[in-house]
């Protein structure tokens, strides 16, 4: 989902000109990075924690080279989930459980089953792009 189409719900339920709405919807968000930015941290009850944390030195490898390599120390920001966003996602998401991720869907045209183009394509998802 994207930022115009959050607008777009919300400008339908309240009535409010889409306009008015993505105004008001980029105000929020602006407030909660400005806040994130003073304080370090924002509670918003019943839907979760944003929080600034400082990310340790650690030692990486360089995946092309396997070169090791030194990453800083960063600040990041975390989300905690507020417990009523939890329950109510684990109720109602409508995510894939296992045996439905395992099914494979075929495009029309295709010959095959698709079966080994999709273990291909999974095997190759994470993985560095080579080039620019």
């Not at 407030?31 to 924690?49: K, M, P, Y």
């Amino acid at each position: 989902m994207t930022k115009k189409e959050i607008v777009k719900q919300i400008s339908e339920r309240i009535g409010l000109t889409q306009l008015k709405t993505k105004d008001i919807v980029q105000q929020t968000f602006d407030a909660i990075v400005d806040t994130l930015i003073e304080v370090g941290r924002i509670e918003l009850r019943n839907f979760g924690v944003f929080e600034v944390k400082m990310r340790k030195a650690r030692k990486a490898r360089n995946p092309r080279t396997g070169e090791r390599v030194d990453v800083e120390p960063k600040k990041v920001v975390t989300f905690k989930p507020g417990k009523e966003m939890e329950e109510r996602v684990r109720k109602f998401a409508n995510i894939p459980g296992p045996e439905e991720k395992e099914k494979t869907t075929v495009l029309a045209g295709d010959e095959t089953d698709g079966h080994s183009e999709a273990m291909a394509a999974a095997k190759n998802f994470n993985r560095p792009r080579k080039g620019p």
